[in-house]
Nanobody, 127 residues
Framework: QAQVVESGGGSVQSGGSLSLSCAVS????????MAWFRQAPGKEREGVAA???????RFADSVKGRFTISQDNARNTLYLQMNSLKPEDTAMYYC?????????????????????WGQGTQVTVSS
């Protein structure tokens, strides 16, 4: 069983930056796949960014060039640096990891493959 805890987030004006962190008590598979998701009120949860053990990443088109995902495997910590934030980035952001040992990189942003989730942290961007 893994525990996932997000931190960071908050409120910022459009164009600003925020950084999120996620601590994982232990990795649940050798894949070390972790990801950030977000969910705005009335909308489905969507994948934002993912990273695996060799540093391969996937980003949603809506955040490419603005968000950066990174990890510190020694500390079991995942980060999301969010720059040039827009009001449409407003959402609850979740960190997740998976116990699956194989996942196609095409599925890295699919919520269904993740089975350990944090409680979420709110990001609000005002115009």
């Amino acid at each position: 069983q893994a525990q996932v805890v997000e931190s960071g987030g908050g409120s910022v004006q459009s164009g600003g930056s925020l950084s999120l962190s996620c601590a994982v008590s232990r990795y649940t598979s050798s894949l070390y796949l972790m990801a950030w998701f977000r969910q705005a009120p009335g909308k489905e949860r969507e994948g934002v960014a993912a990273i695996d053990s060799v540093g391969s990443t996937r980003f949603a088109d809506s955040v490419k060039g603005r968000f950066t995902i990174s990890q510190d495997n020694a500390r079991n910590t995942l980060y999301l640096q969010m720059n040039s934030l827009k009001p449409e980035d407003t959402a609850m952001y979740y960190c997740a990891t998976t116990s699956h040992t194989y996942v196609s990189d095409h599925d890295y942003l699919a919520p269904g493959i993740y089975d350990y989730w944090g409680q979420g942290t709110q990001v609000t961007v005002s115009s």
